[in-house]
């Protein structure tokens, strides 16, 4: 393997620890720190296939930059030329079949544009 990759196995696996529910509720929430480049998209998650039946939405928006979700990727597209710190969430649902949705994660994201 080589370094940048142990390095990103690392920085995962440490977001992983460093996870847990803000609140009394059940279900995990987790946390990354990601860059990408200026004028760039950064592709946050992918998914070969999609869940049978919930989804994903942004429940807190990136303030300089704009969020595509679909049932197979997250990506975050920064705004023009912009540099510097953002932020987003992302929740995601599931349901027992019944069309009733409830919360399953939510995922945090803070997101340097360099």
């Given at each position: 393997?080589?370094?940048?990759?142990?390095?990103?196995?690392?920085?995962l696996a440490l977001g992983s620890?460093?996870?847990?529910?803000?609140?009394?509720?059940?279900?995990?929430?987790?946390?990354?720190?990601?860059?990408v480049q200026v004028n760039d998209?950064?592709?946050?998650?992918?998914?070969?296939?999609?869940?049978?039946?919930?989804?994903?939405?942004?429940?807190?928006?990136?303030?300089?930059?704009?969020?595509?979700?679909?049932?197979?990727?997250?990506?975050?597209?920064?705004?023009?030329?912009?540099?510097?710190?953002?932020?987003?969430?992302?929740?995601?649902?599931?349901?027992?079949?019944?069309?009733?949705?409830?919360?399953?994660?939510?995922?945090?994201?803070?997101?340097?544009?360099?």
């Amino acid at each position: 393997m080589n370094i940048l990759y142990k390095i990103a196995l690392s920085s995962l696996a440490l977001g992983s620890i460093n996870s847990c529910s803000e609140s009394n509720d059940d279900f995990p929430t987790t946390s990354a720190e990601l860059q990408v480049q200026v004028n760039d998209t950064l592709l946050i998650a992918s998914r070969d296939t999609a869940p049978v039946e919930g989804g994903r939405e942004v429940s807190v928006a990136p303030k300089n930059g704009e969020v595509l979700v679909d049932a197979f990727t997250i990506k975050y597209i920064p705004g023009t030329n912009f540099k510097g710190e953002d932020y987003l969430e992302i929740t995601n649902k599931g349901s027992i079949g019944d069309g009733n949705y409830f919360t399953t994660s939510i995922e945090k994201y803070s997101i340097t544009v360099e």
